[in-house]
């Protein structure tokens, strides 16, 4: 099975708004009430509409199959969604990579993402790493009375190039020290040479 994965536009939109319904009700059919349920459903289909995010679409022999999103303006993935009939299949991890490309293009250094607690499962075993100290109290409330749990996570993309002041000092302190040890030599050979001087003398 060849994935092909393309940029998506905006005459996608309805097609994968569509999808990502399938996807949500039927991954999540056992993780949030039927209340909380639609609600994210709801949810998630205006913000899909009114984001501002890179597309990205999984195509096989031509169908599509699954999309994933990207924030134009955070360091956010804004969801990855997979036709339930084409789950397990790898096309997840295949759109998922497809957004970390984009993301080290746009030279974001941390990649975060807010799911649910089941695919969250999915974002540990693709490297995300679980924030304790969020997870604990996070929760994305999408109507005025309706909230659902959900998890934090993040994966290092672009090691951080912030000046190392340890390994710094510890080579300027190496390098005075050399630059002791040269001077001792010099003055040392002044000294021996001053002597031999006095005895010819």
Known sequence: MEIQIRLGSSDDLQKL???QTLSLRAILADTYPSQQLA???ASQSLGRQAS??????????????GFSALSDLMPY???IYVHPDWIRRGIGATLLRAVEE???QKRFQVLKVFTSPTIALFYQSQGYQLQQGVNSWTRNRIEEKV???CEFL????????RFNWKWASAFLALLLVLFGMQMYHQQ?????????FNRSI
């Open 17 to 19: 708004l569509e999808l």
């Open 39 to 41: 609600a994210l459903v």
């Open 52 to 65: 501002s995010e890179s597309l990205f679409v999984a195509e096989v022999n031509g169908e599509v199959v």
């Open 77 to 79: 993935v804004t969801g």
């Open 102 to 104: 984009a993301a080290v």
């Open 147 to 149: 909230g659902v749990s």
């Open 154 to 161: 993040e994966k290092r993309l672009i090691e951080s190039t």
């Open 188 to 196: 040392r050979n002044k000294l021996l040479e001053f002597e031999q």
